[in-house]
């Protein structure tokens, strides 16, 4: 629902099915199932879905608007009453019933922002962690020796999380039989003859490898070359000047540019 959360949480469909076929088999239930879309992406989970349907589950495509226990006939007395748009009828339909299941949506754990500042790792829109790329690396933050495994980077089910979890681990034994890890070559550094201590680059720091320190009686800022990624945040915003990126400096840059204007020009 893009009222609420605008991701496919990708599991709810299908484990809303998995109930729904379990009360047919085990107790012969009347079931009602109430859905927006119904996305079973996955190997056999299609069929399960047309199975389920087949079972005599009945599905209504459309939104709830309300669960109440207001009776408007003798056989919604003593019941929950559900109260849904049936897109497909184009009206609104009462169903009297005795248990309402919701089938929320998958959300990050209330303490996600906390383990992110912690570890330096960054959040999507989402609340979920970002990988350091979608198809190559979902497994890797964009860290150095920190992964993602399971849900924390997206709704999962159990075999895409038990793969993921297989990734994570293979890329962590990687590290650990090379025993060594290689840094960005392009990372920040600092003119100390420039700097003034200000730390508006340790504040802006997402990556938390710029630090202001005591050093020759002033403060000056420094860089923790083995956390930092260059991603040019601190150069662009400090005021002094001092802030740059290795093999990517204002002189190298402005070389780079001149080079290319006579190619553009002519």
Do not use: W
Not at 210 to 228: D, P, Q, W
């Amino acid at each position: 629902d893009k009222n609420y959360r605008e991701y496919c949480s990708k599991i709810c469909c299908m484990y809303a099915l998995k109930h729904a076929h379990h009360l047919r088999e085990k107790i012969n239930a009347d079931v009602y199932e109430m859905y927006i879309d119904m996305r079973c992406t996955g190997d056999g989970y299609e069929e399960f879905y047309e199975r389920v349907s087949a079972e005599g589950v009945v599905f209504i495509k459309g939104k709830v608007a309300e669960v109440t226990d207001r009776a408007i006939t003798e056989e919604e007395k003593g019941k929950l009453v559900v109260v849904a748009e049936d897109t497909l009828l184009g009206r609104l339909v009462r169903i009297p019933v005795d248990m309402v299941i919701l089938c929320p949506a998958m959300i990050p754990r209330a303490d996600a922002g906390e383990v992110a500042r912690m570890f330096s790792i960054t959040q999507k829109a989402t609340g979920f962690f970002l990988e350091r790329h979608a198809k190559l690396e979902p497994q890797v933050s964009a860290m150095d020796g920190i992964f993602l495994a399971g849900c924390c980077q997206c709704p999962k089910d159990i075999p895409d999380s038990v793969s993921h979890g297989r990734a994570a681990a293979a890329a962590a034994l990687e590290i650990i039989d090379r025993g060594s890890v290689v840094t960005e070559a392009a990372i920040a550094c600092v003119d100390k003859t420039l700097c003034h201590g200000c730390g508006i680059c340790e504040d802006i720091c997402e990556f938390r490898a710029a630090k202001v320190i005591l050093k020759g009686g002033r403060m000056i800022s420094t860089v923790n070359e083995a956390l930092c990624k260059g991603c040019g945040v601190c150069a662009v915003a400090c005021p002094s000047g001092a802030m740059s990126i290795k093999h990517f400096t204002r002189d190298e840059l402005s070389t780079m540019v001149k080079a290319l204007a006579p190619v553009e020009n002519g």
